[in-house]
């Protein structure tokens, strides 16, 4: 068998999965790798996406429901994390005696028998392991690939390759990146977040330290020196971590950032003070010049040249949603953005402001009750580059579901120092709000982690005259 079979990974001959919540990011990944490995691959989700499309479009067989009989035969069920104990489908595998996988426990099993690069970090992670997987493509690494977003170039989130390369990004979330077994372990930086899991941030820093600690003598750690937790964690792995940034303190260091015309920055690259080479980036902000470092020392790990992982991430135009055009009318851009939490938000908008002279009216849609309680503050002091705030209501994802919480989206609007902000109703109203507030000129970004992804295209249809006001 091809793929997997071919590189002997724990994974029988001739094995049926089974995938619940097939629809997220990450397990239409692992269910398009499986596939394009051989394997029978099944799934069942709540609702269509576009994800399941794909899937469907591919040749797998996705039930919109959950039911005992969609597990069928087979010999090896996944679960997201999303799906609950007394879902029908993983109550009918228990009695059944099939074994039963989170989506965690089959990356590491994947991870167990290949050379795994694995991106962490609060933020950035998906971006640079999308980069990370662009330079080992034109390296001719031949890796496999699961990254948590989809590369336009890739058309998903998943390749398989026929080599022992393995490039994951490595979710802390549930401290899930603990079930890796990385040969190189990437950490872009460390910050407040998931607290509705963690108890505090000493234990996040905890769990990226365990994470670091994974890593064999014969691996690298390669971490942001620009973020102090991050460079910590390089000083006390000294012998094998090396650090990337902008701070004269980094082993690698971006240096003459200027912007240019591909829409991103040029800029050299330092390595331990000597001149290696100049990158042309097409993607925006400093943020992204970061993570182009992060993931060329990762790449130069295993060996590849610095030319070439500037050549790949020159024709690197990006990851879905992230600052993704949706289109323009009536002279105002509408971009989208999976912006959520107050870093993420605030190098958004940023890299917004670095290559936009009029006005940015971002339509922010909170992701958690628990997530906008836990950084109220944060969120509050995180929209100074937007010139107009628009706050919907907030989104509860499947699994992690809250009715309210102490701080309500109305409460954000009259907290957003620095800039114009007011409270939206729910998505469509807010998507309306924006459509009368904007002008030529203007450059919108729907921002958020849940389904305020749909409001670009519902705001450009207003705006051309499709719909009403």
Known sequence: MAGLQRRS????????????????????????????????????????????????????????????????????????????????????????GIPILNHAEFLGLLSQAQRTLAVAGTSGKTTTTAMLSTIAIAAGLDPTI????????????????????????????????????????????????????????????DAFRAFVGRVPDEGWIVACGDDPVAAHLADDAAENAITFGLTEAADWRAVGLSKNDLGGHDFYVLAHETLVGHFRLRVPGRHNVLDALAATVAAGRVGVEFTTAAAALEQFTGVQRRLELKGEARGVQVVDDYSHNPPKVRAALAALREHHEGRIVCLFQPHTYHRLGSLFDEFAHAFLDADVVIVSEVYAPAGRRSATGDRTSEDLSRAIVGTIARYGGDLTAATRAVAQSVRAGDVVVTMGAGDVTDAGPALLRILAGGEDQ
């Open 146 to 205: 699961l990254v948590g977003g989809v590369l336009p170039t890739l058309g998903s989130g998943a390749r398989l390759g026929s080599s022992d390369f393995l490039v994951v990004e490595a979710d802390e979330f549930e401290r899930r990146f603990l079930q890796l077994h990385p040969e190189i372990a990437v950490v872009t930086n460390v910050q407040p977040d998931h607290l509705d899991y963690y108890a505090n941030f000493p234990e996040i820093v």
């Open 9 to 96: 990974l724990p994974l029988p001959t001739g094995a049926a999965f089974h995938l619940v919540g097939i629809g997220g990011a990450g397990m239409s990944a692992v269910a398009t790798v499986l596939w394009e490995a051989g394997y029978a691959v099944t799934g069942s989700d709540l609702r269509s996406s576009p994800a399941i499309d794909a899937l469907r479009a591919a040749g797998i067989p996705v039930a919109i429901g959950h039911a005992a009989a969609n597990v069928g035969g087979c010999s090896l069920l996944v679960r997201s994390s999303a799906v609950p104990d007394d879902n029908p489908e993983i109550q009918r595998a228990q009695h059944l």
